[in-house]
């Protein structure tokens, strides 16, 4: 009893505060796009927003939160693993000083083989070539130039690939470190057998 007596007193509370309320905080919404200086609106009668229009507004905004601004730090939480991934792919497609004849622009076997593999295997979204920028313009360039005429004489149906300057290098993991880590990777592999279950008797 106690708690609707309160309940009706907030009421007429409110039904007291609201004229006084929506006189003094009273705003007019208007749906006129922004004009330039020196171009006047439309004449169109200003709509009034009352307090209930108000109060319902805010209401469904407090429902929705946080949703409406939350995209704006999810983009930002996922957009350095985005920047990690195409550093990779990057990599993973550079054609680098290795890849060429020592002295000139030509491709070697290493490099051919590896353009093979980006035509072939790489899937079509991430499928470009990457050519490491040399100290000369001109060189790259012709590299540049080398690697397009390889694509057209290794893939002569397949649509055109883009061929980009990197600031990417080959990394600086050695041959020998590359098998010594193979080898222990291959030395510790477990035997490719299933363990044998455990038989457990009942006593009786």
């Not at 907030?10 to 004009?35: K, N, R």
């Not at 307090?51 to 407090?62: A, P």
């Not at 550093?87 to 030509?106: C, I, K, P």
Request: glycine letters at 4%; proline letters at 8%.
């Amino acid at each position: 009893m106690l708690r609707r007596q309160c309940f009706v007193l907030a009421l007429g509370i409110v039904g007291l505060l609201v004229p006084a309320v929506e006189a003094q905080q009273s705003v007019t919404v208007t749906d006129e796009p922004f004009f330039a200086a020196g171009q006047p609106p439309a004449a169109q009668a200003p709509q009034k927003e009352n307090w209930w229009q108000r109060w319902k507004r805010d209401y469904h905004r407090n429902q929705c939160w946080p949703e409406p601004f939350i995209a704006g730090d999810r983009q930002a939480e996922i957009m350095p693993f985005e920047i990690m991934a195409n550093n990779a792919w990057q990599r993973q497609l550079l054609l680098s000083d290795y890849h060429f004849v020592q002295g000139t622009t030509e491709l070697n076997d290493a490099g051919k083989f590896k353009l093979l593999w980006i035509i072939s295997k790489v899937p079509a979204q991430r499928r470009a070539v990457y050519v490491e920028r040399l100290m000369s313009d001109q060189t790259t360039a012709e590299r540049m130039a080398a690697v397009q005429k390889a694509i057209v004489r290794l893939a002569p149906n397949r649509p055109a690939m883009p061929v980009y300057e990197s600031n990417l290098g080959p990394g600086e993991w050695s041959g020998a470190s590359a098998v010594a880590t193979q080898n222990a990777n291959e030395k510790t592999v477990p035997d490719p057998r299933l363990p044998t279950a455990a038989r457990t008797t009942i006593s009786q």
